[in-house]
């Protein structure tokens, strides 16, 4: 019997789904937008709130995370995007609060060439989380999540 061939997107759909995760805070943008479209056909199962701006998603993951004693997820797009959530990536670090950013990239073969809206996240999350990676192959999304 031959594999299921799936995207990355509906990957991480059921990786989230298979580590429990019920509720998402994000705001769509062009890089993320693959991901927002496997959530839709999972909005039976993954509630998503969508949110004025990314610093907020950040930090309502941070509140639910506390609140409800579960993992805050937020989904964002690349570029400014991303970096909108510094504040609350750093702020959940200091509090032990755990949560997980789920950011949109360019291409792989666009990284390190400044392209639109490309940033080094991983580099500027490092000091300021327990862990950051950059997916680069869809196969490697289920043991990231």
């Given at each position: ?9 509906e ?7 298979h ?7 994000g705001?769509?943008?062009g890089?993320?937008?693959?991901v ?7 909005r039976d ?6 949110v ?10 941070q509140?639910?995370?506390r609140?409800?004693g ?12 991303a970096?909108?959530?510094i504040?609350?990536i750093a ?6 609060t ?6 949109g ?5 666009l ?9 080094d ?8 989380s327990k862990?950051?990676y ?5 196969e490697?999304?289920?043991w990231?999540?």
């Amino acid at each position: 019997m031959a594999k299921e061939r799936i995207t990355g997107s509906e990957a991480l759909m059921r990786s989230l789904e298979h580590q429990g995760v019920k509720t998402l805070f994000g705001y769509p943008g062009g890089a993320i937008m693959p991901v927002f479209d496997a959530l839709y056909d999972h909005r039976d199962k993954l509630n998503h709130i969508l949110v004025r701006h990314e610093q907020g998603a950040a930090h309502a993951a941070q509140g639910f995370a506390r609140v409800s004693g579960e993992v805050g997820v937020c989904l964002v797009t690349s570029g400014p995007g991303a970096t909108n959530t510094i504040t609350g990536i750093a702020d959940a670090m200091i509090d032990s609060t755990p949560i997980v950013v789920i950011a949109g990239q360019v291409g792989a073969g666009l990284l390190g060439t400044d392209a639109f809206q490309e940033v080094d996240l991983v580099g500027i999350t490092q000091p300021i989380s327990k862990w950051s990676y950059q997916i680069r192959r869809a196969e490697d999304v289920a043991w990231a999540v």
